[in-house]
């Protein structure tokens, strides 16, 4: 699977719609600890052995959610951007196909690594990246959270990084890793600003982030297809940061951070009076509503994983998956 680009055009957004397709999740289970209400006690996550049994519960569930193209199979081992995404995904697949996904495939990983980190309180999460019998060589890194002792874990993250691209990350005398708070003062972007940083960016350019595929060359492509004969395209992107939808930071070896945040993002597209919009495909159509009479409005909603430096320099965006969750014709 390669790296989204950004928004295509419409005739290609049947993609965009079932761009999770290859999707899957890895989970881990109970930390095994005793944790009381208000627990101020540094505690690991999980355990190595408690992840490799979530990973297989969750791995079972949504492959029998592709494989019948029904959310209600894997809905409660998903959330937070990876939730949306699939669900959407699973509903546009039913509609043009409502006997189950004729391309199904189960998903199998391998070669899994865990970085757990030490934490107080709720909720606990961790990162899990793998190969895959998809998408090339990619390593399919997720983010697995939960609130409680009693919820099973589930995938909030998922993006596709180049194995070159996955940080070592720094590792205490036990072997977990650290989380970096979302309000760190002591990286060139606290995580908690990400998403709203992204976003002004997006809109209005800047230094903040490097240049690449998620950051100068989607701004080129939007701008690119702002106008053409007949048809506006309109672009308005907003944050994500609340609930399963928070980012997520977890320290590497040499003191940077691997961040995970969410996104959302719009395109309206406009036809000129005399003319109308293209006829969207059939999964679009399954995710629209109202009629398209001179305008459709796209949804999307993205998860990125990010580079972000200690003390100062710009923010690496390394990997984004996006999905198209809504659509209004007007």
């Known amino acids: 699977m390669s790296r989204d680009r950004g928004p295509r055009r419409l005739r290609r957004l049947d993609r965009s719609a079932l761009i999770a397709a290859s999707l899957t999740a890895l989970s881990l289970t109970a930390s095994g600890c005793v944790v009381v209400h208000g627990e101020k006690e540094v505690l690991p996550s999980a355990t190595k052995a408690e992840a490799a049994k979530a990973l297989k519960e969750f791995t079972t569930a949504y492959n029998a959610a592709d494989k019948a193209y029904d959310s209600a199979l894997d809905e409660g081992r998903v959330t937070g951007a990876l939730g949306a995404i699939d669900a959407a995904r699973l509903k546009a697949g039913r509609a043009t196909s409502p006997g189950g996904n004729p391309a199904h495939s189960p998903l199998e990983l391998s070669d899994t690594r865990f970085a757990i980190p030490k934490k107080a309180g709720w909720p606990r999460w961790f990162v899990a990246d793998a190969a895959a019998n998809k998408g090339g060589q990619a390593r399919w890194v997720f983010v697995f959270t939960r609130h409680d002792l009693d919820q099973p874990w589930k995938a909030a993250y998922l ?66 297809q702002a106008e053409r004969p007949g048809l506006v395209r309109q672009f308005i992107d907003e944050p994500l940061t609340n609930g399963d939808f928070a980012p997520l930071a977890l320290r590497t070896a040499d003191g940077d951070a691997l961040a995970f945040f969410s996104s959302r993002h719009f395109e309206k597209q406009t036809a000129a009076p005399g003319a109308s919009v293209p006829v969207p495909s059939k999964s679009v159509e399954a995710l629209t509503e109202g009629e398209i009479k001179q305008s459709l409005t796209l949804e999307f909603v993205s998860n990125e994983v990010a580079l972000v430096p200690k003390g100062s320099g710009k923010v690496d965006v390394l990997g984004r998956i996006q999905g198209m969750t809504a659509a209004k014709g007007e």
């Open 159 to 224: 993006t596709l990084m180049a194995p070159r691209d996955v940080p070592e990350f720094k590792t205490d005398e036990d072997g977990f890793a650290e989380a970096v708070p979302a309000d760190s003062k002591q990286l060139a972007i606290p995580p908690g600003d990400l998403s709203d940083r992204y976003v002004s960016y997006l809109k209005d350019g800047g230094t903040a982030f490097a240049d690449g595929g998620q950051t100068s060359r989607w701004r080129a492509l939007r701008k690119k």
